[in-house]
Nanobody, 127 residues
């Protein structure tokens, strides 16, 4: 059974940083695009970022562009989301997801575009 496991969430003050990790079990990420989503209470799941298997193409939502950086390490079968200058509105459960095809500006934000999901990790930004 394919499994994606997120880690690295927690409580951080506004302006602080966190780095989320997404590890894959029984599934090779080499040829998969990896996306990060978040869901705040009472809101729909929002696409945050995506990185393709070629390392070259990445996509970000306007709400995180310039503050978050997505990366991956195929040798470690993992992906990461470095989050800087965090704001209270970044508070949410963060999920990683994988899709067998590439992501693009037209699909990275769609939950329907991904085949596998992790269970999520809570990020809380508060003073």
């Amino acid at each position: 059974q394919v499994q994606l496991v997120e880690s690295g969430g927690g409580l951080v003050q506004p302006g602080g940083s966190l780095k989320l990790s997404c590890a894959a079990w029984r599934f090779g990420l080499d040829y998969s695009a990896i996306g990060w989503f978040r869901q705040a209470p009472g809101k729909e799941r929002e696409g945050v970022s995506c990185i393709n298997s070629d390392y070259g193409s990445t996509y970000y939502s306007d709400s995180v562009k310039g503050r978050f950086t997505i990366s991956r390490d195929n040798a470690e079968n993992a992906a990461y989301l470095q989050m800087n200058s965090l704001k209270p509105e970044d508070t949410a459960i963060y999920y990683c997801a994988a899709r067998t095809g590439p992501c693009s500006s037209g699909n990275y934000y769609s939950v329907l575009a991904y085949d596998y999901w992790g269970q999520g990790t809570q990020v809380t930004v508060s003073s």
